[in-house]
């Protein structure tokens, strides 16, 4: 399926065309050029078991160990609908404002090659599950104007074996784990106009189907999949008048918009220069910031469509439809709306756990009777910081909100200090099941309150390092962050910072 979107070209790749900068954003562009994109997200579903078998669709686990006969196409193996995949595939065009069909049907698309062992990909071509739809575009996102980008089609399908290159020199190594694990593919209708609009628009379909429980949505371990088609046309024609060249297997939200920027430069430059645009498949080479030839369309495979035979057209009720339509959690634009106005919180906050699964269920949770902009600034920081270190999501970390909670609350009274409350969250994220009370206890930890060993402390220090407070007498302020970090390191971080600062103060303008 071959749907085009809009972008605009890039300044960086079109220097020589004129800018129209006196318009709104969304309508500058380079005259006399526009652009036509379209996208396809091949999203990974969360499913325990494949679309077609009983086999685990764990694709990561040791290499052939999740494989079912028809999985490996075997001969005589069939296929066995998972009713999960339906139900989640539901979830997603449902969560996208669309219609779920109440048929749908299954086909093959013939290819050969050693990722697919059946010889063919099962998939709905004809009848998808899902049409219809769309997803608001606004100031939320990052723009500053709205756009509203249809969702043409919704359908299911199975996945590819993984090849693996270079584990031995001389040969390609096939790991069935993936094969078969159940795909929705989600194309888009032709209402894009920038690249920038593309990256949002995958950004929150991320964050829909994360919130939805439809799949985790990982670029980086190809959980989704970008393909995106690009043409070209001239101000005073069509939008869909450009020849249409495709741009597989984007990985990432900077190789989307790179791509399509420079797809658009290079199929301007060609058009300036008295050539045409060849219908061709083509990936991009992020090293080189072009997109490279990968087959044209006279090579192009005739995939031979057909229904598949050995699986019935699916009948879905109203009565289903509404049931799957009710079990759907709250949308992020209303736990957006709902959160930013009930905690006081600022929008990017919120929209930053948004982004994260289960994350504003935590924050809830912990900010029962506690100060929620103090909740959300250590979940958006601390934790936030330490999931990345570890390449972690919240769901898979064993910190728990109870001790979360602890921690929260033994800062609060003052019975840690931030930098031990730093210590214990690290502890309880590298797995310790304790409380925070219990690890303040075992640490034999507690905030120094006696502020004369604070200002005993400050007067040897500044004995010690009479230059240092020279140049604080002089001017160079930041010369009390050096005296704070040698008192907190003798105090072993049981002082608090601000007694510390105001010590060190009161004690340099006595000796000024």
């Keep these: 399926m071959h749907i085009l979107w809009s972008v605009r070209a890039s300044a960086r790749h079109c220097a020589n065309y004129k800018f129209t900068a006196n318009v709104p954003l969304h309508r500058r562009y380079y005259k006399p050029w526009g652009a036509t994109i379209g996208l396809e997200l091949h999203v990974q579903l969360a499913a325990a078991q494949k679309l077609f078998s009983a086999a685990s669709a764990k694709w990561d686990d040791p290499p052939n160990t999740n494989v079912d006969f ?32 109440p048929m749908s049907s299954f086909d093959r698309k013939h290819y050969f090659y050693s990722d697919q062992p059946l010889g063919y990909q099962i998939t709905q071509q004809r009848h998808p599950i899902g049409r219809g739809g769309f997803i608001e575009l606004g100031q939320t996102d990052g723009l500053d104007y709205t756009k509203r980008v249809r969702i043409h089609q919704l359908q299911l399908e199975q996945d590819t074996a993984k090849s693996v290159h270079g584990a031995y020199p001389g040969y390609i190594l096939t790991d069935l784990n993936r094969a078969g694990v159940a795909l929705v593919e989600i194309v888009s209708e032709p209402d894009m106009e920038t690249a920038t609009e593309a ?29 995106v088609n690009v043409s070209v046309y001239r101000d005073n024609e069509g939008r869909l008048s450009g020849t249409r060249c495709e741009l597989k297997n984007l ?19 060609l058009i300036s220069a008295g050539h045409r645009v060849k219908q061709e498949t083509r990936g991009f080479d992020a090293h080189s910031g072009k997109t490279v030839l990968s087959r044209s369309k006279e090579t192009a495979p005739d995939y031979r469509y057909m229904p598949e035979p050995d699986l019935p057209a699916v009948h879905i009720s109203e009565d289903w439809i509404e049931h799957i339509r009710s079990s759907l959690p709250e949308l992020p634009e209303a736990t957006l709306s709902r959160v930013t106005r009930q905690y006081g919180l600022l929008s990017e906050d919120v929209t930053t756990m948004l ?31 330490q ?22 609350d033994a800062l609060a009274s ?10 214990l969250l690290i502890e309880f994220m590298d797995g310790d099941k304790r409380t925070a009370d219990e690890l303040i206890q075992a640490h ?15 007067t040897q220090l500044l004995e010690k390092h009479p230059k240092e407070a020279a140049e604080y007498k002089a001017g160079h302020k930041r010369r ?20 510390v600062s105001r010590v060190l103060k009161e004690c340099l303008d006595v000796k000024q």
């Design 387 to 408: 999931l990345s270190y570890r390449a972690q999501r919240l769901s898979d970390s064993t910190l728990t909100v109870q001790q979360f909670s602890g921690l929260l």
């Design 480 to 499: 009390l962050n050096f005296f704070v970090a040698k008192i907190m390191a003798a105090t072993k971080g049981q002082a608090r910072p601000q007694d």
């Design 444 to 458: 034999g930890w507690e905030v120094m309150n006696d502020l004369g060993r604070l200002q005993d402390l400050a």
């Design 414 to 423: 003052n019975a840690v200090t931030s930098a031990q409350a730093k210590l």
């Design 70 to 101: 028809i999985d490996a196409g075997l001969p005589g193996s069939m296929p066995r609908l998972n009713p999960e995949c339906v139900s989640l595939a539901a979830r997603a065009i449902l969560c996208l404002n669309g219609q779920v069909q």
């Design 355 to 385: 982004g994260e699964p289960g994350c504003i269920s935590f924050f809830e949770h912990a900010a029962r009777g506690r100060d929620p902009k103090r909740v959300a600034a250590w979940i958006t920081s601390e934790i936030f910081g």
């Design 251 to 269: 990985n990432s939200l900077r190789t989307i918009r790179g791509a399509i920027e420079a797809e658009v430069s290079r199929q301007i430059e």
């Design 199 to 227: 990256v949002h628009f995958v950004r929150k379909m991320q964050s829909l189907l994360r919130h939805t429980g439809v799949s985790s949505c990982n670029m980086e371990d190809g959980s989704l999949r970008c393909d």
